[in-house]
């Protein structure tokens, strides 16, 4: 007569249950999607001033700029590669994400124009408002 072993059923045998899977999941995409701060393209939430729209984008992409703001009304481009890009924000325009999502500062006067220089590799280097106050 042979010795006989008894198996004891094991829950899962070494299974993780889906929904333990799932939520571990759900709360690591939760703790890292807070530490992301990214200050690049894309919608930066509501503008408080008409400087914090040009602040934000020295130093950005010209091409990232557009998407924002829609195309400028007036470019200039100088010899050297250099650009000059006018919004006048009292003319009706193709509208760029900030003003379809509504996230520019109001403005009271009928004068608002931004200026935006870009290099020759698209990247903006000053900026400054006339009106817009």
Same mark, same amino acid.
């Given at each position: ?22 939520? %571990?999941?759900?709360? =690591?995409?939760? @703790? ?8 690049? *393209? &894309?919608? $930066?939430? !509501? #503008? ?29 481009? %100088?010899?050297?590669? =250099?650009?000059? @890009? ?8 193709? *509208? &760029?994400? $900030?003003? !379809? #999502? ?32």
């Amino acid at each position: 007569m042979g010795i006989r072993r008894r198996h004891r059923a094991v829950p899962h045998c070494g299974r993780v249950p889906e929904w333990t899977l799932f939520l %571990s999941l759900l709360t =690591m995409m939760v @703790l890292t999607g807070g530490c992301a701060i990214d200050r690049g *393209p &894309g919608l $930066a939430g !509501i #503008y408080q001033t008409w400087d914090d729209v040009i602040t934000r984008w020295i130093g950005q992409q010209k091409a990232d700029l557009y998407l924002e703001l829609g195309p400028p009304q007036f470019h200039k481009e %100088s010899a050297d590669g =250099m650009e000059e @890009l006018v919004w006048d924000m009292t003319l009706p325009s193709l *509208p &760029g994400q $900030a003003e !379809i #999502y509504s996230t520019l500062p109001l403005y009271g006067g009928v004068d608002c124009r931004l200026f935006f220089f870009a290099d020759a590799q698209g990247v903006i280097t000053a900026g400054h408002r006339v009106g817009c106050d």
